[in-house]
């Protein structure tokens, strides 16, 4: 692996002001001013697949006030395909969206959708979900779909592995693999004064490895940096573990982003623990299940104990599905969901609404009690709220947040 090579200058499309930080966490509010307009941080990123996010219109999605959404590379190199985002001027206006995007390398859906994926230093081979033929995903391949897609964010690809195998060497294999690739990232990348490319940190759960990695991509000065390969089934102390090593060596100046989270309670830990920015298929995936994610947990509106609950999905919620028909809202309430969930999308479509706007308020509320600098009361309220006795609450949080100076545990 080339050790810290002097590289010259990234250029930058993103400017990152730290507005504050809190005075027991590790916890920042900051504004990231990306081509397509501010994005408040801490923040939560939904995930529109297929360039829609499955049952909401572009407009409800602003509506939720959401500023920054990801899209997969990986599916929109298949379809519409790239010749096709290049004659449109990218997903920004083949969608009609003029927030920002953050794309994926669109290596992880390889990894994770196609059993048949194999990684050479080359890059990821696999074979076509539409005829079988072999094809390669290089990081220059990559990068080149993210330029003609010409999201905000890019990410570099990189060598995605199960954070739980036990194989270390072919951990250390693929740590100093995304190193290398993201080196091809930065020379293939057409549109640094557009587009912002973020590095990955890798190096699985172990320490050192994820310490040395910081060091390689730190040096490399990419205008943002991720913090990748989590969220894979490891155990949730091993993850905080992980945040907080990396958040600790990472530059205070640039956007952090951990991927794949988006669990309530794993969202604020990580924003104690020193990270910015999230993403995670699951608050509109579980709306397609009937979960209602809310301040006091999650819960299942297709039980038959909601066919006459008439309260509001989550009650005090400002979002379009929740408040009242007298505010403007649609007054949507649990037994109308219940009713709606055996037979009719409409359910789904108004579920994800609502627990998209609850993750983009959380993070709200998260940055504006650092700003305020009582975060540690926000995390105390947030605790108590969704899991009501102190006996319930998940011990990792609890010793995570310990280990950042705030003791759940005590009033
Ligand atoms: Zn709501």
Request: aromatic letters at 8%.
């Amino acid at each position: 692996m080339s050790t810290n090579t002097p590289r010259k200058p990234m250029p930058s499309a993103l400017t990152f002001d730290l507005h504050a930080k809190c005075s027991t966490t590790k916890a920042r509010a900051s504004t990231l001013t990306l081509p397509h307009g501010p994005v408040p941080l801490p923040i939560f990123m939904p995930v529109a697949t297929q360039a829609s996010i499955k049952g909401l219109t572009y407009d409800q999605l602003k509506q939720t006030g959401c500023m920054l959404c990801l899209n997969n590379t990986y599916h929109l190199g298949l379809k519409p395909g790239q010749s096709v985002l290049d004659a449109v001027g990218g997903a920004h206006k083949l969608q009609g969206w003029d927030r920002n995007i953050l794309t994926d390398s669109g290596g992880f859906q390889m990894v994770s959708l196609l059993k048949l994926a194999t990684i050479t230093e080359e890059g990821v081979q696999f074979l076509s979900p539409h005829d079988g033929s072999p094809m390669l995903l290089t990081p220059e391949h990559s990068i080149s779909l993210q330029n003609s897609i010409g999201s905000d964010i890019i990410m570099q690809l990189d060598d995605v592995i199960a954070t739980t195998t036990p194989d270390r060497v072919r951990i250390n294999e693929a740590m100093e693999r995304s190193v290398r690739w993201l080196d091809r990232c930065i020379d293939a990348h057409k549109y640094p004064e557009k587009q912002n490319l973020f590095c990955i940190i890798q190096g699985g759960l172990d320490l050192e490895l994820r310490k040395k990695c910081c060091a390689e991509m730190v040096v490399r000065d990419t205008p943002g940096i991720a913090i990748g390969g989590l969220s894979g089934g490891e155990a949730k102390e091993e993850f905080c573990k992980v945040v907080d090593t990396c958040t600790g060596l990472l530059p205070e100046e640039k956007p952090r982003y951990v991927m794949g989270v988006g669990y309530p309670e794993d969202l604020v830990v990580a924003v104690a623990l020193g990270a910015d920015m999230f993403d995670c298929v699951w608050p509109t995936r579980t709306a397609r299940f009937g979960n209602a994610v809310t301040k006091n947990g999650t819960f299942n509106l297709r039980h038959i104990s909601y066919a006459n609950d008439f309260r509001p999905v989550d009650e005090d919620c400002p979002c379009a599905c929740c408040r009242p028909t007298e505010k403007g809202g649609l007054g949507i309430t649990r037994a109308y969901i219940y009713h709606l969930a055996a037979k009719e999308t409409v359910g789904a479509h108004l579920l994800t609404i609502h627990n998209v706007h609850y993750l983009l308020s959380l993070m709200g509320s998260c940055r504006q009690s650092i700003l305020e600098d009582r975060f540690p009361a926000f995390l105390r309220e947030f605790f108590r709220n969704q899991y009501g006795d102190k006996s319930n609450y998940p011990a990792w949080a609890v010793g995570a947040l310990r280990q950042v100076g705030v003791d759940l545990m005590e009033d």
